[in-house]
């Protein structure tokens, strides 16, 4: 049996044919413009449409008949179309930064604990809703025309079957779902302005939609009657490529944005101002996630525009006191996600001296990273879940180095598959549950993914670096009304 895992990226999309070995037969990736200005972040739906006919026209030519297809999608972007099923505008994309004034009338107006009740998450500049009232409040002629509204993936599942569905994976981040009950939350449907018709229909992760239609057919090179698996967000299905399915597991990515991302089985809302996101799983459960915002982007900042070099190894080289190292630094180059959620906090170097090193200054930097996900999964295991071993993914996670820090400071087996294709590659399992060759996500992953590689913690480097998180964590409190004023500053000055 062969399946197709499309996942729809930021940058591209990324194809992968896949037989029930869990070989990758074929990797195709097809590029699209990102059209940015100031804080908006915008693509075309058409772009992705006519980026995976002319990608699958590709990685099907030489494949045997495909079973099923199925998506992993950049999560949170609004595509609205019309009743002829015409695109009305660009979609809004999850890193458009615009709708703070309606995140702000969400939390503070309609409230965090009506939000945390209905829906189980507050409300982020990324998510669905408040891309929605923003075009409802700056543009009503164009929310007067909504017919249907969909997330990237969806459209590509809607162009190739006519089946108006999403999953509750991908749902979950668009702040209209009850979480907890997998519907529709009809309290925030109503707070929007939109009704259950206008949205798609739900399914879980693994489920069939419909099929290929003899025009998607003649366009793709996919045969009429292909099975359509709805798939889910991309941070759900990448989980489900790095065998992430069953309670208390774990994964860390490592990619511009560093996500910790474990799996539930029981469901549970953070209240705190932590606020972990609470979401349904690939897999019919559930899964928590926190994000910080510059993991490996810290690491490109600090060698590509600071120390001026590529020879990232070389500078890892150099680090041996793993533990030791009483230089801070704080990753918040973009503001900080979880658990501050503070779009003013920036980074910092912290406890310098006359005799500190480069290496020192490289060190805090990739332990800063790992302190920042440690904030997380500290919250996640306040909230009940069990985490002893997580796998790692990303950029980031080719460096022995940082997997073995990330052992250390989370305290935590650190394992690499055998698979680096992430997401696609999940996308891929799913068609194949969605196809019948396996019963169960779980037992696709179980069959499909091998671990390769282990990096366990290190007694004396976990006693060290227990010693220093209450430094780290110290330090945003110390920093939070310096940040504000910068904030302020920038904001007046010429």
Request: charged share 20%.
């Amino acid at each position: 049996m062969i399946t197709i895992g499309i996942d729809i990226g930021t940058s591209a999309v990324k194809m992968l044919a896949m037989d029930e070995k869990g070989n990758a037969l074929n990797v195709v990736s097809r590029d699209y413009p990102l059209y940015m200005e100031g804080n908006w972040s915008e693509q075309s739906p058409e772009d992705w449409w006519n980026a995976v006919v002319d990608g699958l026209k590709e990685l099907t030519k030489d494949l045997d008949a495909v079973a099923a297809v199925s998506f992993s999608g950049q999560m949170h972007g609004l595509v609205l179309l019309d009743e002829n099923d015409h695109v009305l505008r660009r979609a809004i994309l999850w890193n458009d930064q615009r709708t703070q004034a309606e995140c702000d009338y969400l939390n503070n107006v309609i409230g965090r604990d009506v939000l945390l009740a209905n829906v189980a998450n507050v409300a982020l500049t990324g998510f669905t809703a408040p891309k929605i009232l923003w075009v409802k409040n700056n543009e009503p002629e164009i929310f007067a025309k909504i017919k249907k509204i969909m997330l990237p993936k969806d459209y590509i599942a809607y162009k190739l079957s006519k089946a108006f569905a999403t999953d509750v994976s991908d749902a979950s981040g668009m702040l209209l779902l009850d979480v907890s009950k997998q519907d529709w939350s009809d309290k925030l449907l109503d707070v929007v302005g939109v009704t259950r018709e206008q949205l798609p229909q739900l399914y879980q992760s693994y489920e069939a939609v419909g099929t290929v239609t003899a025009e998607a057919a003649a366009l793709t090179g996919l045969n009429p009657g292909t099975k359509v698996v709805i798939g889910g967000g991309d941070q759900a299905v990448g989980a489900v490529g790095s065998g992430i399915v069953s309670e208390g597991m774990c994964s860390v990515s490592l990619g511009t944005s560093g996500v910790l991302f474990v799996a539930a089985d029981n469901f549970a809302v953070d209240t705190s101002p932590a606020a972990i996101h609470a979401f349904a799983h690939a897999t019919g459960r559930f899964h928590f996630m926190g994000v910080t915002l510059a993991a490996a982007g810290s690491n490109k900042w600090w060698m590509k525009n600071i120390l001026k070099t590529r020879d990232y190894k070389a500078e890892e080289d150099a680090i041996t006191n793993l533990g030791q190292n009483n230089v801070f630094f704080l990753p918040y180059l973009s503001g900080e996600r979880t658990p501050h959620n503070d779009v003013d906090a920036r980074g910092a170097f912290v406890g310098m001296s006359m005799t500190t090193t480069r290496a020192e200054m490289t060190q805090a930097m990739l332990e800063g990273v790992c302190y920042s996900l440690r904030d997380i999964l500290t919250r996640v295991r306040e909230l009940g879940c069990h985490v002893e071993t997580a796998r790692i993914i990303g950029g980031g996670a080719n460096a022995p180095l940082w997997c073995q820090m990330v052992a250390d400071v989370l305290n935590l087996r650190v394992e690499k598959m055998q698979s680096s294709e992430g997401p696609a590659f999940g996308a891929a399992i799913l068609a194949m549950v969605g196809a019948g060759a396996y019963a169960t996500v779980e037992e696709a992953c179980g069959a499909l993914i091998q671990v390769t590689e282990h990096f366990d913690p290190i007694p004396e480097h976990v006693a060290g670096y227990n010693k220093r998180y209450p430094i780290f964590t110290g330090l945003y409190g110390a920093l939070k009304d310096s940040y504000k004023a910068i904030a302020s500053i920038s904001e007046t000055s010429v």
